[in-house]
């Protein structure tokens, strides 16, 4: 994964087998190599179990800023349970206004869910929500996040680019 993060835009890629599922979404997974991280976009990934050690054939893309794997062409899972070590996550809700990042980094925000649909957005504790605003990035089942609909959460995860011109900091819980 770190070697395939400076890689230039569609460069085909492979992921070692040393290559963990660190988080899912309903469309695709994080893969880490235990330094750094990347989003590997595809069903193929999101069929992917967390702890699963996996080999990864894709596309080097960036997507929001923030490098990825897309086009996915072959996944392979060396082995399954492995234990998942996430680095000590950054809350960045108090500067969040500013905040701007070109890798996968762990974040954490604090703010109110407003659950729409597919779209699963945070005002955040302090900042304007004109200016930015958190976005949970296709949440899987298990987190159960529509339950949280109008509460106060705090949500750790990988980050995913900022959308929208900016004003959404997207994170894969």
């Known amino acids: ?5 400076p890689a230039a835009d569609d460069d085909m890629v492979q992921t070692l087998p040393s290559t963990i599922v660190v988080a899912l979404t309903t469309r695709g997974a994080i893969l880490s190599d235990g330094t750094s991280a990347l989003y590997a976009y595809g ?9 699963d050690g996996v080999k990864v054939s894709a596309r ?7 490098p990825e794997l897309t086009d996915i062409t072959d996944v392979f899972v060396d082995s399954e349970g492995n234990a998942v070590n996430h680095p000590t996550a950054t809350d960045i ?9 070109s890798v996968a980094e762990y974040i954490k925000l604090s703010g109110t869910l407003s659950v729409s649909g597919n779209y699963y957005n945070m005002t955040l504790d302090g900042i304007d929500p004109e200016t930015k ?3 949970i ?6 987190l159960n996040a529509k339950s949280f609909d109008g509460k106060k959460i705090t949500v750790t995860g990988y980050f995913n680019g ?4 900016g004003r959404y900091i997207n994170i894969i819980a």
Do not use: C, F, H, R
Request: net charge negative; glycine share 6%.
């Open 137 to 142: 990035v296709y949440p899987v089942d298990e």
């Open 1 to 5: 994964v770190t070697e395939i993060i």
């Open 43 to 51: 069903n193929s990934a999101a069929a992917l179990k967390i702890g």
């Open 60 to 66: 080097k893309t960036t997507y929001n800023g923030v």
């Open 93 to 101: 809700t108090a500067t969040a206004a500013e905040y701007d990042a």
């Open 133 to 135: 605003m958190g976005s």
């Open 162 to 165: 900022l959308s929208s011109k």
